[in-house]
C-alpha cells in the first residue's frame, strides 16, 4: 500500500488546516486509516484513527474535540480536519493504513503497518 498525504502548511494560531490521504496499490479489501504526528526530538505519536466503514473512531486527547478524522472509502482517502490549531500541534503529520482492528483504539506505530511520507504542519502562536 502507497499512501500520499498532502495539505500541511504554516498557519497562526486558531487557524484550521485539512490533511489528506490517498491511499494506492494493492489495498487491502478492508483496512484501518490513521494519523500520527512526530515533534524534533519526540517519538511519533498516535492522533486519530478510523475504521474502513468509518463508523469507529478514535483520538488522542490533545485533540479531542478540535481535530476530526474521515474517509471516503470508495476513493481510498482519509483525511484529517484540523481546528483550532495551538502551536503545540506543530508536527510532521504521518498517514497511516493497517488491519480494520488496528483503528479499534490501537496507538501504538507497530498496529499499522503501512506508513506515507509525512506533511510538515506548522502552527505559529
Known amino acids: 500500500v502507497q499512501l500520499q498525504a498532502s495539505g500541511g502548511g504554516l498557519v497562526q494560531a486558531g487557524d484550521s488546516l485539512r490533511l489528506s490521504c490517498a491511499a494506492s496499490?494493492?489495498?487491502?479489501?478492508?483496512?484501518?486509516m490513521g494519523w500520527f504526528r512526530q515533534s524534533p526530538g519526540k517519538e511519533r505519536e498516535f492522533v486519530a484513527s478510523?475504521?474502513?466503514?468509518?463508523?469507529?473512531?478514535y483520538y488522542a486527547d490533545s485533540v479531542k474535540g478540535r481535530f476530526t478524522i474521515s474517509r471516503d472509502s470508495a476513493k481510498n482517502t482519509v483525511y484529517l480536519q484540523m481546528n483550532s490549531l495551538k502551536p503545540e500541534d506543530t508536527a510532521v503529520y504521518y498517514c497511516?493504513?493497517?488491519?480494520?482492528?488496528?483503528?479499534?483504539?490501537?496507538?501504538?506505530?507497530?498496529?499499522?503497518?503501512?506508513w506515507g511520507q509525512g506533511t510538515q504542519v506548522t502552527v505559529s502562536s
Open positions: 496499490g494493492r489495498t487491502p479489501r478492508r483496512f484501518g
Open positions: 478510523i475504521s474502513w466503514s468509518g463508523l469507529s473512531t
Open positions: 497511516t493504513s493497517g488491519p480494520d482492528y488496528s483503528a479499534s483504539g490501537l496507538t501504538g506505530v507497530t498496529s499499522f503497518d503501512s
